[in-house]
């Protein structure tokens, strides 16, 4: 089965098409397993398409909304399926639906229905396509109820339905300290996809219950960080904060706390480099050469995949692994042309693990790892900096592999920003993103994944030597433009 487009995964694209996938993040600690589930039942469509959010104890999920005659429909099966037992059954005109032991009737054509054992009448007329039953989704707030035996909280505007008390609330504060820092604390633990843009930082929350403070705007008593405004649309919700500066977001008390703080300078940064961590299960000593504290490269260019693993199929004939190694050559000669030295991490279709690929750029100690990834969907280019794991920061000398980057993300989110903000000056679409996403998580130093996608809908372009190239120089110009930055680090 393709997870397809509909199905939202956090990070480059090529993780979707495996929960095994390599780089499918390692669950990430802070949030519990049920959340992790959740998220890979959620079911999304492309963005034109109208969608419904269903959030309940059992399963947040959402399902497309269809337009019949100018009404919203919904299939009943569908919506009831992950709540618990259910079956239908079409007899001629008539329609037998069963949730556990409630029984419906519903004849199509019909506003007239039964639902256990009472009459119901639907706003508009019960559909019946090949077997499937349609219902207005109008009627939803009233309808479940009935079936559920409990309380159903339907805001049809955004098309978000709350089966119980699931509501996931949150309060929002800015400190007064200097930077001031935007703390939000939820309800329960969230993990929203987070993108920033010149002056706002936004958090989107597909599959999770939050809603919004007494009033959809909030302002806050500062200039940096005036406002933030919560926003509902097609069965999803977000949190958009206006800025003056850049924005980057850290995750505090196993996700129930979000921390927005402007970027910090760089050069401000002062930390005493950490120890170089090992992978858990050591393998042969990293094969680089070259007394271990001389930074002999300025980048590490990792084509992500290759040997058995593919990657993402862009098209019948074009693997993902091939592309992102031809992008990792160009991109290491733009580089050196730049006079930056540039270790590509595989420079031929071979196998290496994600341990294998942190260990190897560890020990090269360059300033900043990128590694490469493609993708058919999108467009351009997204940049993503690694989310780590709170709990798992390590204590005294020794640092956590799993954690290894956590020193470090500040320096990356920067890099990342100032690589964004080059590329949208060369006309070419770009967005930072963050994300629990290996190796990024191991790498002790600043690091980034880049995934490219096409130019527009035509997936050949991808590897084409006139857009790589095009994009390869814009990405080695952004890095050279913030080399002072990042080696300013002591
Ligand atoms: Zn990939």
């Known amino acids: 089965m393709r997870w397809s487009k509909s199905l939202r995964w956090v990070g480059p694209a090529c993780g979707r098409l495996s929960r095994r996938h390599p780089l499918a993040a390692k669950p990430f600690v802070a949030f519990s397993a049920a959340i992790l589930l959740a998220s890979t039942l959620l079911l999304y469509s492309s963005p034109e398409e109208k969608h419904i959010s269903i959030y309940s104890n059992a399963a947040n999920y959402s399902l497309p909304v269809l337009d019949r005659d100018g009404d919203e429909y919904i299939g009943l099966l569908e919506l009831f399926e992950p709540l618990g037992a259910v079956s239908a059954k079409a007899n001629g005109n008539h329609w037998k639906f069963r949730y556990y032991d409630v029984e419906s009737e519903f004849a199509a054509g ?94 989107a929350f597909n599959h999770e219950a939050v809603v919004a403070p007494g009033s959809q705007a909030l302002t806050f008593d500062s200039k940096i960080i005036p406002s933030a405004s919560f926003q509902e649309n097609n069965g999803s919700a977000a949190l958009v904060v206006s800025a003056t500066v850049p924005l980057m977001a850290t ?45 002999r490269y300025f980048a590490v260019v990792d084509p992500s995949h290759g040997g058995e693993e593919r990657g993402a199929s862009l098209s019948a004939q074009l693997a993902e692994k091939d592309v992102t190694l031809a992008f990792g050559r160009r991109l290491r000669q733009e580089l050196e042309t730049r006079g930056l030295a540039t270790l590509l991490l595989r420079d ?60 470090f993300q500040l320096l990356s989110q920067s890099a990342g920003s100032g690589l964004v903000a080059e590329l949208q000056y060369k006309q070419i679409r770009a967005r930072s993103l963050i994300t629990p996403l290996r190796p990024l998580n191991n790498i002790t130093t600043a690091a980034l994944a880049v995934e490219v996608s096409p130019p527009a809908d035509d997936i050949s372009e991808i590897n084409s030597a006139t857009y790589q190239q095009f994009i390869a120089s814009a990405i080695a110009a952004g890095l050279a433009n913030i080399r002072d930055k990042l080696e300013a680090r002591p």
């Not at 706003?123 to 349609?134: H, K, T």
């Not at 955004?158 to 400190?175: D, E, M, P, Y």
């Open 110 to 203: 019909q506003t007239r229905a039964r639902v256990h054992g009472s009459d119901f009448d639907l706003p508009a007329n019960f559909l019946l396509e090949n077997g499937r039953g349609l219902v207005p989704m109008s009627c939803l707030g009233t309808l479940m109820p009935r079936i559920l035996g409990g309380p159903v909280t339907f805001n049809q505007n955004s098309r978000r339905l709350f089966v119980g008390n699931v509501a996931v609330h949150f309060t929002a504060q800015v400190s007064k300290t200097t930077p001031p820092k935007l703390v939000v604390n939820f309800s329960a633990p969230v993990n929203p996809m987070i993108a920033t843009e010149p002056g706002q930082l936004r958090m």
């Open 348 to 407: 031929s279709d071979s196998t290496l693990s994600l341990d294998q690929r942190a260990s190897l750029t560890n020990s090269a100690h360059a300033t900043i790892y990128i590694c490469l990834h493609a993708a058919s969907e999108g467009e351009g280019v997204r940049v993503y900096t690694a989310l780590v794991p709170t709990d798992t920061e390590s204590r005294g000398p020794f640092l956590s592999w799993d954690a290894g980057q956590a020193g």
């Open 251 to 295: 995750f505090a008390n196993n996700g129930r706390t979000v921390v927005i703080e402007p970027v910090p300078q760089v050069a401000a940064q002062v930390q005493s480099p950490p120890a170089v961590p090992r992978p858990p299960n050591s393998f042969a000593p990293p094969l680089v050469a070259g007394a271990p504290t001389a930074r």
